[in-house]
T-cell receptor, first 109, second 116 residues
Framework: DAKTTQPPSMDCAEGRAANLPCNHS???????VYWYRQIHSQGPQYIIHGLKNNETNEMASLIITEDRKSSTLILPHATLRDTAVYYCIVSINDYKLSFGAGTTVTVRA | GAVVSQHPSRVICKSGTSVKIECRSLDFQATTMFWYRQFPKQSLMLMAT?????????EQGVEKDKFLINHASLTLSTLTVTSAHPEDSSFYIC????????????FGPGTRLLVL
């Protein structure tokens, strides 16, 4: 599976959009981009995934660049409950997920 | 979304004893379940993959005789930490997958193990 690079941390203001970047320059054609998050002392939570088209669900939007070498997870209106570690994972399918260090997102009032 | 439960949520045991952790998929049948371990301030590390009715596949460096995994039904997998030692103290998390074609793994809330 391709490796991903994420910033170690970022802050965002409550009510504003949070844009979380992820680089995956070695992604192959059949690999998906998955996003999970882990709130402190809980199990990870699935957010969204995509192959090449942009995706949106009730939690977030996923924007994947045309060359697929990077992506951005957008939380449209961040709340304090969105404070968590966000993991960007690239995988052929969700069979084996390799978690990196992720981005620690702190939403501030 | 699908729900995965774990029991117990926290356990404290003495060194040398065995601890069993249960992972259940509550509203779906899981063909595959995974067990992860997470040490403080670190990311999740996959320990093993189990498919219902067959032996678990362990990741490199994980002792299969120490971490016994049983996946006897499509809704239950168990992890038994045998002869636990303080270095086994960790956060153990399971996940369940419906099957190829479904988009995601669903994770349990985790079990915090403290070995004294």
């Amino acid at each position: 599976d391709a490796k991903t690079t994420q910033p170690p941390s970022m802050d965002c203001a409550e009510g504003r959009a949070a844009n979380l970047p992820c680089n995956h320059s070695t992604i192959s054609g059949n690999e998906y981009v998955y996003w999970y998050r882990q709130i402190h002392s809980q199990g990870p939570q699935y957010i969204i995934h995509g192959l090449k088209n942009n995706e949106t669900n009730e939690m977030a939007s996923l924007i994947i660049t045309e060359d697929r070498k990077s992506s951005t997870l957008i939380l449209p209106h961040a709340t304090l409950r969105d404070t968590a570690v966000y993991y960007c994972i690239v995988s052929i399918n969700d069979y084996k997920l390799s978690f990196g260090a992720g981005t620690t997102v702190t939403v501030r009032a | 979304g699908a729900v995965v439960s774990q029991h117990p949520s926290r356990v404290i045991c003495k060194s040398g004893t065995s601890v069993k952790i249960e992972c259940r998929s509550l509203d779906f049948q899981a063909t595959t379940m995974f067990w992860y371990r997470q040490f403080p301030k670190q990311s999740l590390m996959l320990m093993a993959t189990s498919n219902e009715g067959s032996k678990a596949t362990y990741e490199q460096g994980v002792e299969k005789d120490k971490f016994l995994i049983n996946h006897a039904s499509l809704t239950l997998s168990t992890l038994t930490v045998t002869s636990a030692h303080p270095e086994d103290s960790s956060f153990y998390i399971c996940s369940a997958r419906v099957g190829f074609g479904r988009e995601t793994q669903y994770f349990g809330p985790g079990t915090r193990l403290l070995v004294l």
